[in-house]
């Protein structure tokens, strides 16, 4: 599992997306979590703008799991 560090009290979940390079714009967002079975915590998300914190799990198929820690934080 790979850990994503980011910066702030969240990051959304298109942001991730489009860093990560899954999706080109955050436009793609939409269409992509409605036909693809993303999951943060265990659960499926397919809301774009889901906020995600420190110690979230997300799970994208095909790609990666990874966990989202904030940069400086000691937690986990």
Request: hydrophobic fraction near 35%; proline fraction near 3%.
């Amino acid at each position: 599992m790979k850990i994503f560090p980011y910066k702030g009290d969240y990051i959304t979940l298109q942001q991730v997306l489009k860093v990560l390079g899954v999706i080109g714009a955050g436009g793609d967002a939409k269409g992509f979590l409605s036909e693809v079975e993303v999951t943060v915590n265990g659960e499926r998300e397919t809301r774009r703008g889901r906020k995600l914190r420190d110690g979230d799990r997300l799970l994208i198929p095909d790609y990666d799991e990874m966990i989202l820690k904030t940069k400086g934080s000691d937690s986990l």
